[in-house]
């Protein structure tokens, strides 16, 4: 059970824009920054959001990342079948001593 | 170009210890916190600890405190290196652990770059 909730699927075709939601809590979302991150099949996660909405150089526009309260949202316009991958959105958590969290992830598939 | 290189996964029996190490290279490494995530086979990812640029400031999940601390993470900012000890290990440790590179300092920061995982097994 994940402390970030995440639908476990989510489905689009080429061109298509499509969001995954994120929803959290005041002491992880609702208080610090929410990052996004990309997981290939077999390759190691990939950076594609931090501070909500700031993409790192290399990635593309077509990525793009909202925040409201204790939710966040990824968003992929112009969608291609290289975006087929694992998505996973992450905050720090304030409580106990603090820690981060994940949520459980969703797997996009590009019908 | 960032490259970070664990070392020291394996299968080890329950109640085991295995020491992960991570060589960082391509980026400054005492300016930046660092951290391990771990992703159990078929799972999602799970942050296990991190550590801050200087060590002051050092964090664990909950599930491998244990009453003694069963994981302890540390860092030699002069080899560029960055360590997992595990100790007391669990079935349920077994995941592909990842080294990963904080977005700064402290470990609010998050991570940008991660290295490929090193695998450990748990299993007798």
């Known amino acids: 059970q994940s402390v970030l909730t995440q639908p476990p699927s989510a489905s689009g075709t080429p061109g298509q824009r499509v969001t995954i939601s994120c929803s959290g809590s005041?002491?992880?979302?609702?208080?610090?920054?929410v990052s996004w991150y990309q997981q290939l099949p077999g390759t190691a996660p990939k950076l594609l959001i931090y501070?909500?909405?700031q993409r790192p150089s290399g990635v593309p526009d077509r990525f793009s990342g909202s925040k409201s309260g204790t939710s966040a949202s990824l968003a992929i316009s112009g969608l291609r079948s290289e975006d087929e991958a694992d998505y996973y959105c992450?905050?720090?958590?304030?409580?106990?001593?603090?820690?981060?969290?994940f949520g459980g992830g969703t797997k996009l598939t590009v019908l | 170009e960032v490259q970070l290189v664990e070392s020291g996964g394996g299968l080890v029996q329950p109640g085991g210890s295995l020491r992960l190490s991570c060589a960082a290279s391509?980026?400054?490494?005492?300016?930046?916190?660092m951290h391990w995530v771990r992703q159990a086979p078929g799972k999602g990812l799970e942050w296990v600890s991190g550590?801050?640029?200087?060590?002051?400031?050092?964090?664990?999940?909950d599930s491998v405190k244990g009453r003694k601390g069963r994981f302890t993470i540390s860092r030699d900012n002069a080899k560029n290196s960055l360590y997992l000890q595990m100790s007391s290990l669990r079935a349920e440790d077994t995941a592909l652990y990842y080294c990963?590179?904080?977005?700064?300092?402290?470990?609010?920061?998050?991570?940008?770059?991660w290295g490929q995982g090193a695998l450990v097994t748990v299993s007798s």
């Open positions: 501070r909500n909405n």
């Open positions: 992450a905050a720090w958590d304030d409580s106990l001593s603090g820690y981060w969290v």
């Open positions: 550590i801050s640029w200087n060590s002051g400031s050092i964090g664990y999940a």
């Open positions: 391509g980026f400054i490494f005492d300016d930046y916190a």
């Open positions: 005041s002491s992880n979302i609702g208080s610090n920054y």
């Open positions: 990963a590179k904080g977005l700064g300092q402290w470990l609010v920061s998050g991570v940008d770059y």
